[in-house]
């Protein structure tokens, strides 16, 4: 009896032991380690930014709106509103005289309607770099809008309309920006790119994928690539007290599907076993039910998560610091809410489901459309695969419309020139931003058109979002306030002067790790 106590006891104590590792093992990777090793930051903070006069803060936000009430809608790629996209066209040539008079900046019109400027530095030696945004935008049905969406109205420091945020507030801020600079003599020492496209809604295969084309025919290889995608995001990321800069390294996938299935007809008083539609909403329901595999870990997700492990609150920032154990827990919790969980799996979404003429007819065929947003560590190939064993039903016949491969995953290290530039403007630009992380950006833009000139593609609207902005982009009552917008305009005209450096300095002796 007593050699058994002893036995005991020693493996409690080493159970203990075992216990008291760990836990300082967590405590130190919370407390001391915190963020994994990043970017340094190679420069001091500062308040000296764009100065606007207060003249300059009004012709910037008229010129915003004046774009706004131009209603460049893109439908699909054969219905496009052509006529405003012309209009935008002389618009952009009214309001920036000093960027079209520019004896250094080059200007072409690409695919009809989208715009190439070539901003010949005075260094050219200097590798080049692109800033891309577009013009058109998605319909906007005026019911449900506090303000027509076309109107660009006014309202309590807000400017309303369609395109706000989704992206002539990028496109006219980059031209905005870049004419601040030429009426103060600034000639950029570094050569750059700005891509406006005109159908990005709908794919851009005439806008900037024209433009990408273009640029490779002619040899240009991009320091870096600058689109929409991320911002800063203000109480968004739960848990998180301060505002972060999300900048996305990488870009889901996407994958349409047509699920199609074929029965005889007949009466409905008399219906077969199981119908075509029977059939389809069976086979609809298997994908939903049995979601594709969770991939946390496995994505830049993981890199998200590890940065901003410090500026988690209590407990989250101990597990969050501490993933290599608690992995398994953050992922099941990330699943529980859509907007998390198309962060660490390829989705499945049926957004469209057709059968049926009559009611006393039963229907020759039932069709349904699948969209699949696909993980960064999945291929469109291995998604198709997974689709084909989850249906499991020779009776269902799908075809592929639309496909491609998720984006290749941005350096974010500290040798990477963008990212000490990004993190150097946005420091400065907010000052209440202490994190810049790297993340994934859901949906699609234009900058997957450009992987033949650049590996370093980045999305990232230097714009403060907060959780009641994201409904609005593509739907009711989208706006940006004044105030952002200025934000937004003084960020790329300090991004333009920060790229002129020709070689990053060595890292700031009170820096921290981002």
Known sequence: MAGGRRAL????????????????????????????????????????????????????????????????????????NTTAMAEFGSYIQKVFPAVFSSKFIQHEVVGEYSHLFTVQGSAPGLLPYML????????????????????????QGFIYG???????????????????????????RRSFYVGIGHDEEVSGLKGARKIAALLEARGVKLSFLLDEGSAVLDGIIAGVKKPVAMIA??????????FTVEKEPGHSSFPPKETSIGILAAAMSRLEQNPLRNLFGHGPELMTME??????????????????????IVSRVLALKPSTNALI?????????????????????????????????ETAAEVLEAVRSTIADDRVKIDVVEAFDPLPISPWDEQTFAIHIFQRTILDIFPD?????????????????????????????????????????????????????????EFLFQLIKNCDIETLPEPHSSSHEL
Request: hydrophobic content about 45%; proline content about 7%.
């Open 9 to 80: 006891l020693a493996a409690l104590l080493a159970l203990g032991s075992v216990v008291l590792v760990l836990l300082a093992a967590v405590l130190l990777r919370a407390f001391v380690l915190r963020a994994p090793a990043g970017v340094p930051r190679l420069w001091a903070r500062s308040a000296g930014t764009a100065a606007l006069s207060a003249e300059e803060r009004r012709e910037l936000k008229e010129a915003l709106r004046g774009a706004i009430k131009i209603p460049t809608v893109s439908r699909s790629p054969e219905d496009l």
């Open 345 to 377: 799996r390829t989705t499945t979404a049926v957004t469209l489901f057709n059968a049926g003429i009559k009611v006393n007819v039963i229907p020759s065929s039932a069709r349904a459309t699948v969209n699949l947003r696909i993980h960064s560590a």
């Open 249 to 258: 390294v990488t870009e889901k996938g996407s994958m349409t599907l047509n």
């Open 433 to 489: 931003v202490d994190s810049v992380v790297p993340g994934t950006c859901i949906g699609n833009t234009d900058s997957r058109h450009f992987t033949n000139v650049t590996k370093a593609i980045y999305r990232f609207n230097p714009l403060l979002l907060r959780q009641d902005d994201l409904p609005r982009i593509h739907g009711l009552n989208e706006r940006i306030s004044i105030e952002n917008y200025e934000k937004q305009v």
């Open 307 to 328: 940065h901003l492990a410090a500026e988690f609150k209590f407990p989250l920032n101990i597990i969050m610091s501490n993933l290599w154990l608690f992995s398994p």
């Open 132 to 155: 891309l945004a577009h013009m058109d935008v998605v319909p906007a049905p005026p019911q449900g809008w506090d303000f027509p969406p076309f109107s660009a109205a006014e309202h």
């Open 162 to 188: 369609r395109g706000t945020l989704d992206n002539k507030n990028s496109a006219i801020g980059i031209l905005q920006a870049l004419e601040f600079l030429l009426r103060r003599n600034y000639r950029p």
